[in-house]
């Protein structure tokens, strides 16, 4: 496996978890570091030994990257990136249009319509009626967009509700509107943390990690498992005789496994409770649909 190479542009904790991987079974790892994915995406797309980019670590990046990696047809997995736009053009994805990534990519963990898809699942199981208070941003449109579109059972009003789902941005007026809804209960999308939604609150935050990323979480080291997973599945490919960028593709599809689109197949989902100094921990994992 010398003459192959896999890249990465992923924070230090995550190119480190792969790099164990991928130096074990004597594949060339070349790090770029998460400073400048765009650029690592190009020197990847450009490396003719390469077979695979680990990463970027954010959603927007790895939009980015797509422009450079997808034309080449060098395979990019994701190992974090949630937004529902990096494998699907077919759910509400903001404003934003998804990139072109003829089938390239493949995402690590659940994307942001599953997370809508467990949460609307889990309020229809127990009978509820939910008030969403969303964002007028990109962010919270989207959210709101994915929830309507899985069917979320939904209240008009605040003394029709038995809790808020809240789609928004911890430093952002729509944090204001759900602390004044206590002392119903909170059921968020991740980018609530940090907020302030009233003392004694009753906080769920939805997450596509299971209670195996508690450890992970408090030390700073969160992605790091998807990481070194996409390491192994590159790995796999390799040993199992893929060589070329497009063997290695297809074999990592079958191997995640992943669907048509690019997203992982069983990928979990879980509500973890908020304690009162943001801490999380893992409650329960909601139900599939």
Not at 126 to 138: C, I, Y
Not at 208 to 229: F, I, K, Q, S, V
């Amino acid at each position: 496996m010398s003459a192959i190479a896999v890249h990465s542009a992923l924070p230090d904790p995550l190119a480190g978890a792969a790099a164990a991987v991928l130096e074990a079974a004597g594949v060339a790892h070349v790090a770029h570091g998460g400073a400048d994915p765009m650029r690592a995406a190009e020197a990847a797309a450009a490396d003719p030994n390469a077979v695979a980019l680990l990463g970027p670590f954010r959603s927007a990046e790895v939009k980015e990257a797509l422009a450079a990696t997808a034309p080449a047809r060098l395979p990019l997995l994701a190992p974090v990136a949630t937004w529902a736009g990096i494998t699907r053009d077919d759910e509400p994805c903001g404003d934003d249009d998804a990139p072109e990534h003829d089938g390239t990519v493949l995402r690590m963990v659940a994307r942001d319509t599953e997370v809508a898809v467990r949460i609307a699942a889990d309020v229809r199981a127990s009978g509820r009626r939910a008030l969403v208070v969303a964002g007028d941003h990109e962010y919270g449109v989207q959210l709101d967009g994915q929830l309507e579109l899985v069917g979320l059972p939904r209240a008009e009003a605040a003394g029709d509700a038995d809790l808020v789902v809240v789609c928004g941005l911890a430093d952002h007026p729509e944090m204001e509107r759900a602390a004044a809804l206590a002392p119903l209960p909170v059921l968020a999308f991740d980018a609530v943390q940090g907020a302030d939604l009233g003392p004694g609150r009753d906080v769920l935050v939805a997450l596509p990690y299971g209670p195996e990323n508690e450890a992970a979480m408090a030390d700073g080291t969160l992605g790091a498992r998807h990481a070194r997973r996409a390491a192994e599945l590159v790995v796999a490919a390799l040993r199992g005789g893929a060589g070329d960028r497009e063997a290695v593709l297809a074999a990592l599809r079958a191997l995640g496994p992943f669907d048509a689109h690019g997203d992982p197949v069983g990928a979990p989902v879980w509500l973890w409770r908020a304690q009162p100094d943001w801490a999380l921990r893992p409650e329960r994992e909601p139900p599939a649909a």
